[in-house]
């Protein structure tokens, strides 16, 4: 079934453009093969083999010639930079070496509407004024992944995932009584666990001086009951990154918290039926649950370049808001669609292969998922400093009050002496 439901993507992705494209997209103009703008990207090799393709696609269709490079850190930018929010030091930096995105569209002389693209994912990509600076293109915000087999091997009803932390303990009690060593895993752990939980509980983890705060009474009694379950062998940590999700995607892991875009990767996780669910909440902190967060990969405009190489750029920018391209994006990358007309062809039923995790990834943003600019994950040095505490938590070696307090000292005075790190984008 799934291969007979691929055929009738493109079709219908046609049909929907057709639908929902703007009234000012103009006819695709060829640019002479001579302009070669860069599009360099720090995605793993999956996701850029995917770009690749949809590159190709735009190339075909528009008779450019935009090619794909990995970029290195501290490289200059090339014409496009997709760039994860998480390593994007560079863009704070160096701004300079790049140009507001509404800026590059006015100089090419492309008029789109970007006031359509969804305001849950302009967290730190407008300047004051509202004006986007990049594209948000690859969004996402934390959910709850779990795999229906294990459930139903530990005598729990598949349908009803933990809904709060309080629950969830004891579903993995279940887990690991059937078996499972690694009942609950994270990845991201810093991004879900200090600034999403800090955001679900109505006290985000910076203020809006931006000063750290997250050793609050709700952080500290999420960490500490998190040093709870890894003394019992409930919770297992394997790196600062996403290297938790290929234990769950192997099927080692029962449950685990990670951005929803990753539900496009965990498809053909092995022995796993899936299942997704909001990522849970505190039931007794103050206003109970509040929303999530989200954040990505943007694309970049790299400063300097010739007039014909952002004509190029701003091609490709119209290319990637059409509806059938947000909708390839959905299914391939699995990030948020970035217009309301994307978001409706991208719910259809034949289109996102019976998978909720789109709805339910929107209904945690509430539409507030661009509320903080500010991310403790999003600044490097923060996020070295939140890794180290937290891991002396779990390798019990601080309480969770002490690491906290201990991390919200050590980054403010890191903030103090670079200002300039308290900046959400740079114009």
């Not at 875009?261 to 796993?272: L, P, Q, S, W």
């Not at 994950?377 to 002490?402: H, Q, Y």
Request: aromatic share 8%; with cysteine.
């Amino acid at each position: 079934m799934r291969h007979s439901r691929s055929l009738l993507v493109v079709p219908v992705a046609i049909l929907l453009a057709a639908l929902f494209a703007p009234a000012h997209a103009a006819k695709p103009v060829a640019v002479p093969a001579t302009v070669a703008p860069v599009l360099a990207h720090n995605l793993g090799e999956q996701a850029e083999e995917r770009l690749r393709e949809i590159v190709d696609r735009f190339n075909k269709q528009s008779g450019t010639a935009l090619t794909l490079q990995r970029l290195e850190r501290g490289a200059k930018p090339a014409t496009l930079n997709l760039i994860r929010r998480s390593d994007d030091g560079d863009v704070l930096s160096q701004p300079k070496n790049f140009v507001p995105l509404h800026l590059m569209l006015s100089r090419a002389g492309q008029k789109l509407n970007l006031s359509t693209i969804s305001g849950d994912l302009k967290a730190g990509v407008v300047d004051r004024r509202g004006r986007l600076v990049a594209l948000p293109l690859v969004y996402s915000t934390p959910v709850l992944f779990y795999n229906k087999n294990a459930f139903r091997k530990a005598g729990l009803d598949p349908e009803r995932p933990p809904v709060t932390w309080f629950e969830m303990q004891g579903v993995l009690d279940k887990l690991q009584g059937a078996g499972y060593a690694c009942p609950y895993t994270s990845s991201w752990p810093v991004w879900v666990h200090v600034d999403n939980v800090s955001a679900l509980s109505g006290v985000p983890a910076t203020t809006a001086k931006g000063q750290l705060s997250f050793n609050g009474l709700p952080q500290v009694k999420h960490i500490a009951m998190m040093a709870t379950w890894t003394k019992a062998g409930y919770f297992q940590l394997f790196g600062r990154r996403d290297e938790a999700s290929g234990k769950f995607n192997e099927g080692e892991c029962a449950m685990i918290t990670t951005d929803s875009r990753e539900h496009a990767d965990f498809k053909e996780a092995k022995g796993v039926e899936l299942g997704v669910a909001p990522l849970p909440h505190h039931d007794d902190v103050y206003g109970g649950r509040r929303s999530t967060l989200a954040d990505g990969a943007s694309l970049w405009i790299g400063a300097g370049r010739s007039k014909a190489e952002y004509n190029v750029a701003a091609k490709f920018v119209s290319f990637l808001l059409s509806p059938e391209i947000q909708v390839e994006f959905v299914r391939r990358y699995g990030g948020l669609p970035l217009t309301a007309a994307a978001r409706a062809a991208s719910q259809s039923d034949l289109l996102r292969d019976d998978d909720r995790a789109l709805d339910i990834a929107f209904a945690s943003l509430k539409g507030e998922g661009s509320k903080t600019d500010m991310r403790v994950a999003n600044i490097e040095p923060l996020l070295v400093i939140a890794n180290e505490e937290l891991e002396a938590v779990w390798a019990d070696r601080k309480p969770a009050k002490a690491a906290l307090d201990n991390s919200v000292t050590r980054g403010n005075g890191v903030l103090q002496a670079r200002p300039g790190l308290k900046k959400a984008q740079p114009f």
